[in-house]
């Protein structure tokens, strides 16, 4: 990882991805159940079709302080709006935790940072991403500084925004990124 | 528990059977998947049984990255230590130990402990007791031949791992320069998503915060301006190393009360603490361009005072003590006990100056000052310089790395709570993946180099004292190699080991010669990698004009679908009664964005394509 790009191919992607979900889905299927015990079947051999609302998942502790809980737990939603069945909660942890790769990493922390989910981070998408990680202190004007110089930086192909291409290019100039992006469950 | 092996089974076909993929593919994965199954067991097992898992993960979260990545560290050096007393007892103590220890007439008083001498001066600690026998029962062990192996090899192995590990952290870790203090770089990576604790969290936004209003105000410094910080920086330069050549001069000077009382490593061990502080005091007035260069200055003063001390100290051992004393292995390994056990000692002071004190006076008294971060950078420093008191030691008293491993052990769990109790996160989010590579860095370069360039002299070029330790008797400790070699002659299968060392080790020629490839080797790579940097300012460039020709067709699309929309107009006016379907062009501008997938799991993952034009909607 780093600067030698290992490339998978899609298969490959996807069948990481069913190994990792394999591998958390025991431990998590308790964490899944406190979270709303009435609700949480313990018996998923009919493979019952519940899914917990986002209030209740991002009140886990693991989230609670995050300043984008609701946009990691929308992103992994299929219906976007939060609502989590179990496979997407696992969905969740599995790409965040440290077994992922870089590639599925990024696919996803582009997903959340992608506010008006349009597969580009507009310049109103890197305002939302700051104002939520400044708490909204900076001045209007700062803000605007900001998000126009990092789109002038990271923008390759000049067309004012930044899309998945251009943030796996800043990414991979980030060693610290496999371990920044990663929630410990 | 059945329900949740039900769970993994029912899930695992069922996310299996979601795949769009073949049959055959299929089959694939179900054997990849019994193969990870397996890994994850002996994974877990193991996980459970490594040392400080939990503790490591608690600091982690409540602190960040940089921090952990002291204490991961310092688990690393245990690590090094322990190997280290395992063959050093192994092969060199315990044969000693099966033969018999010579008998000491000595008895034992406390103060041995903190002086070293007396009582342990004729045990196993030192060089001195071990024989230069051949031991005869129950197997026939050269006690000469296997110290000077075992510490031999053992050093080899140490380097070989430095190197290995260095290497691999600079190859993960490399950043260029261009892209660490820059805004899009913060905004998109800044963010620690380990940290959960809420304190944490705010006190994380205020630092990020701040990190981004002061790079978004750059100002332009004026000539004067820039002449003056200059000027500041090379007086602190003049400055510490004036005060790192002082310190040298007094160590020199005291030397000669080192065999009598305990000044040395206690002034050595003062200086280690107390100067670093006027480093810090004087980075305060200094202006730096970038945090990284702050902290390197700051790292390489610390340095420089270091090796200033170290190497007087060598030079006093190698040359005054090698001369004058009987059994001087022995007293330099003393001397090195004491500077381990003093070390040891003003760490747990600086602990509590550093981090309780600083805490005390920062929230009762001086409220400006806050609540203090850990210093990682002298922290580290002060492993670095204790792992290679260790390693130069070594050779004088092969049981050393034991107290360094008690040492290190009682160290972890002593930071720790400090660091809980006294200390706040990080202010910026130094990055942890650079200063891992630079600390490797700075274990190998000066330090292990130096430490194994002291051993290799002693065993090179000194004589061992005549009437103690194993090598008693010989004209230099490598003549060991010399009589064993012409041993390896007589035996006739072994002939061709006696050719190799006499033609090859012992010839210059064959040095010279390996020094020209390596040269020739790293200038291929040099010029390699030259023409890869060009290369990728190329690339870049080709992205940015694929973007322009990206939407010139675009334009050009649009203007062309609305040309055409408008001759169909004309010849639906001009034919009466043409029932012609009004067909909008297809899609139309389509969105072209390559995108992330959306579906997790079932739909294949689309590579981002740098696209011209995609719609095949009847672009022309």
């Known amino acids: ?185 | 528990m059945k329900e949740l092996v039900a769970l993994s089974t029912q899930d695992r076909i069922r996310a299996i059977r979601d795949l769009p993929v073949s049959f055959q593919e299929k089959k694939h994965i179900r054997c990849v998947l019994h193969h990870e199954y397996d890994k994850l067991y002996i994974k877990s097992a193991r996980q459970s049984l490594e040392l400080w898992q939990g503790t490591l993960k608690e600091i982690g979260g409540k602190f960040g990255s940089s921090v952990l990545s002291y204490f991961l560290f310092l688990k690393w050096l245990l690590m090094f230590n322990v190997f280290s007393f395992l063959i050093n007892f192994g092969f060199i103590t315990i044969p000693l130990l099966v033969h018999g220890p010579s008998p000491s007439n000595v008895t034992f008083r406390g103060l041995e402990i903190l002086t070293g001498a007396g009582y342990f001066a004729h045990t196993v600690l030192y060089y001195g007791s071990y024989s230069n026998q051949t031991l005869l029962e129950p197997v026939e062990y050269d006690m000469q031949l296997s110290y000077f192996f075992t510490i031999a090899v053992f050093m080899v192995l140490c380097k070989i791992t430095l190197i290995y590990s260095m290497s691999k952290s600079f190859q993960e870790n490399y950043v260029p320069a261009d892209s660490s203090s820059s805004s899009a770089w913060l905004l998109l990576t800044g963010w620690d998503f380990t940290v959960i604790n809420e304190k944490a969290v705010r006190q994380r936004k205020d630092n990020l915060r701040e990190s981004l209003s002061e790079s978004a105000q750059s100002e332009l410094l004026t000539r004067s301006e820039k002449l003056k910080h200059f000027g500041v920086h090379l007086g602190c330069w003049i400055l510490s190393t004036g005060l790192a050549v002082g310190c040298g001069a007094g160590v020199y000077f005291l030397c000669q009360y080192e065999q009598k009382t305990l000044l040395v490593p206690f002034v050595v061990s003062l200086f280690n603490l107390v100067i670093p502080l006027f480093y810090s005091l004087f980075n305060k007035f200094e202006v730096y361009s970038s945090q990284r260069s702050q902290i390197y200055t700051l790292v390489g003063r610390n340095v420089l005072l270091r090796m200033v001390i170290l190497g007087v100290l060598c030079h006093y051992w190698m040359d005054v003590v090698a001369e004058n004393f009987q059994c001087w292995e022995s007293r330099v390994g003393q001397a090195l006990y004491r500077l381990v056990l003093f070390d040891f000692f003003f760490l747990m002071l600086g602990s509590l100056f550093g981090e309780f004190l600083s805490n005390v006076i920062g929230t009762k008294l001086l409220l400006h000052l806050g609540v203090p971060e850990f210093d990682v950078a002298r922290n580290v420093l002060d492993l670095i310089y204790s792992q290679t008191l260790a390693w130069i030691g070594i050779y004088f008293s092969p049981l050393l790395p034991v107290m360094q491993m008690i040492k290190l052990f009682i160290l972890f769990y002593i930071k720790k709570v400090s660091l809980i109790q006294n200390c706040q996160p990080p202010r910026r989010s130094a990055r942890a993946a650079q200063m891992q590579t630079i600390f490797i860095f700075l274990l190998f370069f000066p330090f292990f180099l130096g430490a194994l360039s002291v051993v290799a002299y002693t065993a090179w070029s000194l004589s061992p004292s005549e009437q103690c330790g194993p090598f008693r008797g010989l004209n230099k400790t490598f003549s060991v190699i010399e009589s064993w070699m012409e041993d390896v002659d007589e035996l006739q299968g072994s002939r061709w080991a006696a050719w190799i060392y006499q033609n090859i080790i012992l010839s210059q020629i064959f040095f010279f010669l390996v020094t020209l490839i390596v040269l020739v080797i790293i200038y291929v790579f040099w010029q390699v990698s030259q023409g890869r940097k060009e290369l990728i300012g190329l690339l870049k460039q080709q992205i940015v004009n694929e973007g322009k020709d990206k939407s010139f067709l675009l334009d050009k699309l649009q203007k062309l679908q609305s040309s055409r929309k408008k001759n169909l107009k004309r010849k639906k006016k001009k034919r009466v009664g043409h029932a012609g379907p009004a067909e909008s062009r297809g899609g139309g501008r389509r969105s072209v964005g390559p995108g992330p997938p959306t579906e997790p799991r079932s739909v294949r993952l689309q590579r981002p394509h740098s696209g011209h034009a995609g719609p095949t909607a009847g672009a022309e």
């Open chain 1, 1 to 185: 990882m780093g600067n030698k790009q290992t490339i998978f191919t899609d298969e490959q992607l996807d069948a990481y991805q069913v190994s990792l979900f394999v591998r958390l889905s025991s431990r998590l299927h308790g964490r899944y159940h406190e979270l709303a015990p009435h609700l949480v079947p313990m018996d998923y051999t009919n493979e019952p079709d519940c899914k917990l609302p986002l209030a209740l998942i991002v009140n886990m502790p693991e989230l609670k302080e995050n300043p984008f809980r609701n946009r990691i737990v929308e992103s992994f939603s299929e219906d976007g709006q939060g609502n989590l069945s179990f496979n997407e909660f696992v969905d969740m942890f599995s790409v965040l935790s440290e077994m992922a790769p870089r590639e599925l990493k990024a696919i996803y922390a582009f997903k959340i940072y992608d506010f008006n989910v349009d597969n580009y981070l507009c310049k109103e998408d890197l305002e939302k991403t700051l104002n939520k990680l400044t708490k909204e202190e900076l001045t209007p004007e700062e803000v605007e500084l900001v998000c126009e110089k990092a789109i002038e930086e990271a923008d390759l192909d000049g067309d004012n925004k930044l899309s998945f291409a251009d943030f796996e290019n800043m990414i991979s100039r980030a060693p610290d990124f496999l371990s920044t992006f990663h929630i410990r469950i």
